[in-house]
């Protein structure tokens, strides 16, 4: 009676058949399906056991939160047990497979389709597709029956899509086959798609070029959809070899470490007998300098268990280059084909350049990429140019091995890792700004926003998951950050430690008890506040060193308007141009060797000191922070490693919206520069936002409350995190606070977090912080277990970003006599006349609220993690 087998039937129901019932002509789902049915079961059945303090539902709040997250009880950091938080495995990283699933070739559409659908895999926490996208080409006899399971869908109750690749005959060139991805993918995101959705593919032969185009589809939307390819081929095809499309330059191969064990073909349908495709990941061989220079410090990290070598140069800008050159021809090879891809400040100052000359000037020709810089840029217009392309196609055919250096800021790293991507080249990132560096490589996601028109409609939308092969940072670069730039920074800096608060703690190992491996890299991250002085005193200095960056990004901007060529001293028309740029190229050099003298020579020895520690706490810090979720954990950022979307909804929505304006004010002549705010800026702000929303739902109050806003308040001496200015910007512009907040609104109903749990109209997704930092609610949403994401009404969104619109939120942190040392926070308004007599130095307010910390973490507080 007990003789059975486990299988799976409609919907992925689990069934026990019977032995007498498996025969040769019987057919069963394949193993890794029953699997996963089987892993849901578990899942549900651990949610639905899980014991849960009594719900409130509040008037701003569509879902309820449980005020307890965990009833287990946990041993003290010192303990015998062995919790997920101390074990650190050695892979984590699964292999790729595909199943191949069969097919009647006498079924209808609706039969197919209802296969397609109970049969393909779904992503975690969804029990059903939530949209059916269908891609055919334009002239494939699949085209039909691709119509015809559009109907099909329809006829379920989906919202059905049809889309077309462009037709075989036409001999797309690069370009045109890079258009057609995103104009695909865009389409898509407009249309709906969601993680949850199903992108199915429809070709009649099933061939290499077609799976190649499905596979790179379904890499494009960023927080995933779940890819079918459907095929009539009487030849089955291997979805994890290589796959290249038509043109040849964009490929895509699963066996690559790079991808971490992604494909996105999630299943094949066909006439033949089921199967299950699998190859083990190849080795993780990144550039890992074999001996350390004195002058170079490495900073540990690692994601899904690689080790990811990033190296900071503490010497001499010249010799940074120089090594950086050295290690790049010892681990490609001579005959390499670097393309140095640099955004307008770094073309400005000479960094990419510099780079790009010293490996043409050791035999190492490539190609030279300035293109423009910021968030309206991060789209894939920007950065498919058609040289770009032609020249990375052009090195595979002629059998030279590309190599995408992206040096600059985050958008330029992220954007052209998604380059590297989509060509299979190898990625190389040499960061120019503490983002760069600390936020920006510290993850394998490489993404484009949605943008048209210039107007951010959804950031970080389209993209992948893709690592470099080495980290490479000249730290004397950070000399002529902006002032916007360390803010944004520092903003970022302010939403770890609001989220992670003292993980290294008892009370932290409780709150993240089920990090997996979060031990090796735990950390008291509020130690970022001890260097506020260091912070102040790179504010300074680059403000009295401003005059000389200007002056070097005007002989830079000269230097590009000389030549429209891939190197700006190559193919000169004249002799006399060829003086002319020679000359700007001596200027700037000679300017900035005096700006970084300025730094160590006329700096105060206790000034460079605290700069230094700041700059090495900082990217320290939020290295640490970032690795102790993504080495084992949540390497692809889509369960627990969510957090790090703390404060982006709003920062995301306010973010683009301005950048809209910008442009505005940019046609018509108006001066934006005060109201300029960088990514982390927003979301240092939003860090404010998100405080005042949690203490309006009665979730973080008193002294919970006052630290959580004092980690932004305390660095906005300088008002890197007011509003004013932006509200200025507004007026000037006849923008009213109802179009302001709608505005940002509508760029957060398009967030990339949408479709993680259920939803209501009028609310989104969002996270919020309670009693504490570095304790933030859960959703008692099933879908959304693990994952610190919570559905917040558009009500409180809309009243938080109505008082930051009339400057509400624009204070500065100080504390009382010595004695006290009682914190406050000051309006802007009432600082303006006597600053320095109503606040205390930066380092005393710090050590108040370090103190403040530290007695919230002293409190007894049983059973209450996070996680």
Request: proline fraction near 5%.
């Given at each position: 009676?007990?003789d059975k087998v486990l299988t799976t039937c409609g919907k992925n129901k689990l069934d026990l058949l019977p032995r007498s019932l498996v025969c040769p002509g019987k057919e069963i789902a394949p193993s890794p399906l029953a699997a996963r049915a089987l892993d849901d079961l578990m899942q549900a059945l651990y949610a639905a056991k899980a014991p849960v303090a009594s719900k409130e539902r509040h008037r701003a709040l569509k879902s309820s939160f449980c005020s307890n997250f965990?009833?287990?009880?946990?041993?003290?950091?010192?303990?015998?047990?062995?919790?997920?938080?101390?074990?650190?495995?050695?892979?984590?990283?699964?292999?790729?497979?595909?199943?191949?699933?069969?097919?009647?070739?006498?079924?209808?559409?609706?039969?197919?389709l209802e296969a397609v659908l109970t049969q393909t895999p779904l992503p975690k926490g969804a029990d059903a597709f939530s949209s059916l996208h269908i891609v055919a080409l334009a002239d494939s006899p699949a085209l039909s029956r691709a119509r015809e399971l559009a109907s099909a869908g329809e006829a379920a109750g989906k919202s059905a899509h049809l889309y077309l690749w462009p037709s075989k005959s036409l001999e797309l060139s690069v370009e045109a086959e890079y258009e057609?991805?995103?104009?695909?993918?865009?389409?898509?995101?407009?249309?709906?798609?969601?993680?949850?959705?199903?992108?199915?593919?429809?070709?009649?032969?099933?061939?290499?070029?077609?799976?190649?185009?499905?596979?790179?589809?379904?890499?494009?939307?960023?927080?995933?959809?779940?890819?079918?390819?459907?095929?009539?081929?009487?030849?089955?095809?291997?979805?994890?070899?290589?796959?290249?499309?038509?043109?040849?330059?964009?490929?895509?191969?699963?066996?690559?470490?790079?991808?971490?064990?992604?494909?996105?073909?999630?299943?094949?349908?066909?006439?033949?007998?089921?199967?299950?495709?699998?190859?083990?990941?190849?080795?993780?061989?990144?550039?890992?300098?074999?001996?350390?220079?004195?002058?170079?410090?490495?900073?540990?990290?690692?994601?899904?268990?690689?080790?990811?070598?990033?190296?900071?140069?503490?010497?001499?800008?010249?010799?940074?280059?120089?090594?950086?050159?050295?290690?790049?021809?010892?681990?490609?090879?001579?005959?390499?084909?670097?393309?140095?891809?640099?955004?307008?400040?770094?073309?400005?100052?000479?960094?990419?350049?510099?780079?790009?000359?010293?490996?043409?000037?050791?035999?190492?020709?490539?190609?030279?990429?300035?293109?423009?810089?910021?968030?309206?840029?991060?789209?894939?217009?920007?950065?498919?140019?058609?040289?770009?392309?032609?020249?990375?196609?052009?090195?595979?055919?002629?059998?030279?091995?590309?190599?995408?250096?992206?040096?600059?800021?985050?958008?330029?790293?992220?954007?052209?890792?998604?380059?590297?991507?989509?060509?299979?080249?190898?990625?190389?990132?040499?960061?120019?700004?503490?983002?760069?560096?600390?936020?920006?490589?510290?993850?394998?996601?490489?993404?484009?926003?949605?943008?048209?028109?210039?107007?951010?409609?959804?950031?970080?939308?389209?993209?992948?998951?893709?690592?470099?092969?080495?980290?490479?940072?000249?730290?004397?670069?950070?000399?002529?950050?902006?002032?916007?730039?360390?803010?944004?920074?520092?903003?970022?800096?302010?939403?770890?430690?609001?989220?992670?608060?003292?993980?290294?703690?008892?009370?932290?190992?409780?709150?993240?008890?089920?990090?997996?491996?979060?031990?090796?890299?735990?950390?008291?991250?509020?130690?970022?506040?001890?260097?506020?002085?260091?912070?102040?005193?790179?504010?300074?200095?680059?403000?009295?060193?401003?005059?000389?960056?200007?002056?070097?990004?005007?002989?830079?901007?000269?230097?590009?308007?000389?030549?429209?060529?891939?190197?700006?001293?190559?193919?000169?028309?004249?002799?006399?141009?060829?003086?002319?740029?020679?000359?700007?190229?001596?200027?700037?050099?000679?300017?900035?060797?005096?700006?970084?003298?300025?730094?160590?020579?006329?700096?105060?020895?206790?000034?460079?000191?605290?700069?230094?520690?700041?700059?090495?706490?900082?990217?320290?810090?939020?290295?640490?922070?970032?690795?102790?979720?993504?080495?084992?954990?949540?390497?692809?950022?889509?369960?627990?490693?969510?957090?790090?979307?703390?404060?982006?909804?709003?920062?995301?929505?306010?973010?683009?919206?301005?950048?809209?304006?910008?442009?505005?004010?940019?046609?018509?002549?108006?001066?934006?520069?005060?109201?300029?705010?960088?990514?982390?800026?927003?979301?240092?702000?939003?860090?404010?936002?998100?405080?005042?929303?949690?203490?309006?739902?009665?979730?973080?109050?008193?002294?919970?409350?006052?630290?959580?806003?004092?980690?932004?308040?305390?660095?906005?001496?300088?008002?890197?995190?007011?509003?004013?200015?932006?509200?200025?910007?507004?007026?000037?512009?006849?923008?009213?606070?109802?179009?302001?907040?709608?505005?940002?609104?509508?760029?957060?109903?398009?967030?990339?977090?949408?479709?993680?749990?259920?939803?209501?109209?009028?609310?989104?997704?969002?996270?919020?912080?309670?009693?504490?930092?570095?304790?933030?609610?859960?959703?008692?949403?099933?879908?959304?277990?693990?994952?610190?994401?919570?559905?917040?009404?558009?009500?409180?969104?809309?009243?938080?970003?109505?008082?930051?619109?009339?400057?509400?939120?624009?204070?500065?942190?100080?504390?009382?006599?010595?004695?006290?040392?009682?914190?406050?926070?000051?309006?802007?308004?009432?600082?303006?006349?006597?600053?320095?007599?109503?606040?205390?130095?930066?380092?005393?307010?710090?050590?108040?609220?370090?103190?403040?910390?530290?007695?919230?973490?002293?409190?007894?507080?049983?059973?209450?993690?996070?996680?």
């Amino acid at each position: 009676e007990f003789d059975k087998v486990l299988t799976t039937c409609g919907k992925n129901k689990l069934d026990l058949l019977p032995r007498s019932l498996v025969c040769p002509g019987k057919e069963i789902a394949p193993s890794p399906l029953a699997a996963r049915a089987l892993d849901d079961l578990m899942q549900a059945l651990y949610a639905a056991k899980a014991p849960v303090a009594s719900k409130e539902r509040h008037r701003a709040l569509k879902s309820s939160f449980c005020s307890n997250f965990s009833v287990r009880p946990l041993s003290s950091a010192g303990g015998d047990a062995k919790t997920l938080f101390r074990t650190q495995p050695s892979c984590v990283l699964g292999t790729p497979e595909v199943p191949y699933l069969h097919l009647s070739s006498t079924s209808t559409a609706a039969e197919d389709l209802e296969a397609v659908l109970t049969q393909t895999p779904l992503p975690k926490g969804a029990d059903a597709f939530s949209s059916l996208h269908i891609v055919a080409l334009a002239d494939s006899p699949a085209l039909s029956r691709a119509r015809e399971l559009a109907s099909a869908g329809e006829a379920a109750g989906k919202s059905a899509h049809l889309y077309l690749w462009p037709s075989k005959s036409l001999e797309l060139s690069v370009e045109a086959e890079y258009e057609a991805f995103f104009d695909i993918t865009s389409s898509m995101i407009l249309n709906g798609a969601d993680r949850a959705s199903l992108l199915l593919f429809v070709d009649k032969e099933g061939g290499t070029e077609e799976m190649a185009v499905a596979a790179i589809l379904g890499m494009l939307p960023f927080r995933g959809v779940q890819v079918a390819f459907l095929s009539e081929s009487p030849q089955r095809v291997d979805p994890l070899q290589p796959l290249k499309t038509s043109s040849g330059l964009f490929e895509y191969h699963a066996e690559r470490p790079e991808r971490m064990g992604r494909c996105p073909l999630a299943a094949i349908f066909g006439p033949l007998e089921s199967c299950v495709f699998q190859r083990p990941l190849a080795e993780w061989s990144p550039l890992r300098p074999a001996t350390l220079l004195p002058e170079e410090k490495p900073a540990p990290f690692k994601i899904g268990a690689l080790e990811l070598p990033m190296v900071t140069f503490e010497g001499q800008y010249e010799q940074g280059v120089e090594r950086l050159v050295s290690l790049l021809r010892s681990h490609f090879g001579a005959n390499f084909f670097p393309v140095v891809a640099v955004g307008e400040t770094g073309d400005a100052l000479g960094y990419g350049y510099d780079i790009h000359e010293a490996l043409r000037a050791a035999g190492t020709s490539g190609y030279y990429f300035a293109h423009a810089s910021g968030e309206s840029f991060k789209c894939h217009e920007a950065y498919g140019k058609k040289e770009l392309l032609e020249s990375i196609a052009e090195a595979k055919e002629t059998g030279r091995r590309p190599v995408v250096i992206a040096v600059g800021g985050g958008v330029n790293g992220n954007a052209m890792g998604m380059i590297a991507a989509l060509t299979g080249a190898d990625f190389v990132e040499v960061p120019t700004t503490l983002m760069h560096y600390n936020d920006a490589t510290t993850s394998a996601k490489k993404a484009f926003s949605l943008v048209v028109d210039g107007q951010i409609l959804s950031k970080n939308i389209l993209g992948t998951f893709y690592l470099p092969q080495l980290v490479f940072c000249i730290s004397e670069v950070f000399l002529t950050l902006s002032f916007s730039s360390v803010h944004a920074a520092v903003g970022e800096a302010a939403k770890t430690m609001s989220m992670l608060g003292k993980a290294n703690t008892s009370i932290g190992e409780q709150d993240f008890h089920n990090i997996l491996g979060g031990s090796e890299f735990a950390s008291d991250f509020t130690k970022i506040i001890h260097t506020t002085a260091g912070f102040e005193e790179l504010i300074h200095f680059l403000q009295q060193t401003q005059a000389q960056k200007e002056a070097a990004m005007k002989a830079g901007a000269s230097l590009r308007r000389l030549s429209s060529a891939s190197a700006p001293t190559s193919n000169f028309t004249s002799e006399e141009k060829r003086e002319e740029a020679l000359s700007l190229l001596c200027q700037r050099r000679s300017i900035l060797d005096s700006l970084r003298g300025a730094f160590h020579t006329k700096l105060s020895d206790s000034a460079r000191t605290e700069i230094i520690r700041f700059l090495t706490v900082i990217n320290e810090e939020v290295i640490s922070a970032k690795a102790m979720f993504l080495a084992y954990s949540d390497p692809f950022e889509k369960y627990r490693a969510l957090l790090f979307e703390y404060a982006h909804t709003l920062g995301h929505g306010v973010e683009a919206f301005m950048n809209g304006l910008y442009r505005r004010a940019e046609a018509l002549g108006l001066d934006y520069s005060e109201a300029f705010r960088l990514h982390g800026q927003c979301v240092g702000m939003a860090v404010v936002w998100a405080g005042e929303m949690s203490r309006e739902l009665g979730h973080l109050e008193n002294e919970g409350y006052l630290a959580h806003q004092s980690l932004v308040y305390l660095f906005n001496r300088f008002g890197g995190f007011d509003f004013a200015p932006l509200r200025r910007l507004c007026d000037e512009l006849d923008v009213s606070v109802e179009e302001f907040c709608e505005g940002v609104l509508k760029v957060v109903r398009r967030d990339n977090k949408r479709g993680y749990c259920s939803c209501a109209p009028g609310s989104s997704v969002d996270q919020l912080v309670r009693q504490r930092p570095g304790c933030l609610l859960r959703s008692s949403d099933p879908s959304a277990e693990l994952r610190y994401l919570v559905e917040v009404g558009e009500d409180a969104q809309r009243r938080v970003l109505e008082r930051a619109f009339e400057g509400e939120f624009d204070k500065v942190l100080t504390s009382g006599p010595e004695l006290q040392q009682q914190l406050m926070l000051l309006p802007r308004s009432a600082l303006q006349d006597d600053f320095n007599s109503k606040c205390q130095a930066s380092t005393a307010v710090a050590e108040a609220l370090d103190s403040l910390l530290g007695k919230l973490y002293s409190k007894t507080e049983p059973h209450q993690s996070s996680s």
